[in-house]
């Protein structure tokens, strides 16, 4: 097959969108009679006063649902403090009365972490009032912001200081800060800056005997000790809530070359990467993986056509990107390319011509969680593995896929720049639905064991939740969960703070 490479591609437009309820959906729940004391409730209302509080049935439904419709918790309150102040009596008081707390951002995780249990006997304490960006220190390339703070507008007020904050994924237009770091968010561009705790200097955290630990330090040195904001980022809110944080901020892109390359197998795919690290001086901020599942997806459900006039089986979407003006990266990667398709690791390739060329690129990669969901229900994973043993996953998970569920359609994607695949074995068409999800625990446990064979992690940036607390008993080591479980009793120690999550 002969290698090509052009500079531009069709027009790729639109996107349909269905919901699709997965594996663990819990039905519907009404609240009764509360658990929590109604005098307590009350002195809880008082705290944050009438506009910090939501009460009733219809108001509440959008904080104990959750974005995959998997879960549905109760809670008598829905609490919205204004200031870290009303946080601290929030947890003062729920302490005192040993009423558990959910801590919520946006709610957009995908694993029942952000939303209440069905005993009725915690609050949820959304942060979505305290949303002020506090300082912007552009010489320093640090912000400090509040939990609440939308991602994108983050993203905002740094690109408005003439800075970057890196941090980018598909809910970032609803999801907060605070979550973000609570729940140590991945994204796209996790292989040029790392996850949400490594973009972080200080944190604000409310611990669970209701204290203000003031740790806002914009300090990149300081080796004082334990560092205790490691705590606290990715825990899912267990041992503490986040109100605020010291966010680091990096100089803004001039200089941007975007391409869908296709690739002869899966194998090439981290060969591929290591060769663009070498080539472009490690400027790779994105190294994104599609199947051709993947784009069938988009072509039957979406406006979104295939760029290349034949189809591929493997696709690569690679960004570089440099603060440089000068840095000449489309004719870098061009060059680039064309070693590639010499080594064969590469067959074909468009490069965007212009920024509404690479925006297009881009939402055929994004618009993917959305057009699958068309294809029914689905069983499905965010795993990682080492980035040179990415292919043998893909390979050996949807050979067991297909084999164990005879015409289950294989859907991978991801961010394997860092090795985070998403994974998804969606139903055979017109399937029995009950039965498909039946398999569930089966298929599940057989590709989280592929993972750990791989040295790999059944959770690479979704967290555990409510819905991974099986896996991390079973994929943890009996010292990591002791070690776990000892943090939670120190810091938590009537289990307040979330409880029924990770632990």
Known sequence: MQARLSSGHRSLRGLASTWTRTLGYH??????????????????KAIVGPRGYIADEAGKAAYLNDERDMFHGLSPLVLRPASTGEVAAIVTLCSEARVGIVPQGGNTG?????VPTRSGSEVVVSLARMNKVRELDAINYTMT???GCVLAEVQTAAREASRLFPLSLAAEGSCQIGGNLSTNAGGTAVLRYGNAKDLVLGLEVVLASGEIWNGLRRLRKDNTGYDLKQLFLGAEGSLGVVTAAVLKLFPLPADCATALVAMPDVHAAPRLLAMLREVS?????TFEYMHRACLDVLAAYT??????DEPYQHYALVELTSSRRDADLHPLLERALESAFEDGVAVNAVIASSGAQAKRLWRMRESLPEAQKNLGAGIKFDVSVPVSRVPEFILRATKFCEEAIEGARVVAF??????NVHFNLMQPEAADVASFLARGTEITTRVYDITAELDGSFSAEHG???LKKHELERYKSPIELQLMRTLKQTLDPHNIMNPGKVL
């Open 281 to 285: 001086g490690d400027t790779i901020t």
């Open 110 to 114: 995908l694993v029942g972490g952000s």
């Open 145 to 147: 912001v509040e939990a």
């Open 303 to 308: 406006d979104l056509a295939d760029p290349f």
């Open 414 to 419: 991801g961010h394997i720049g860092d090795g």
């Open 464 to 466: 555990i939740g409510m």
């Open 27 to 44: 039905g519907p729940a009404t609240m009764n009679d509360p658990a929590i004391p109604t005098d307590t409730l009350d002195r809880l």
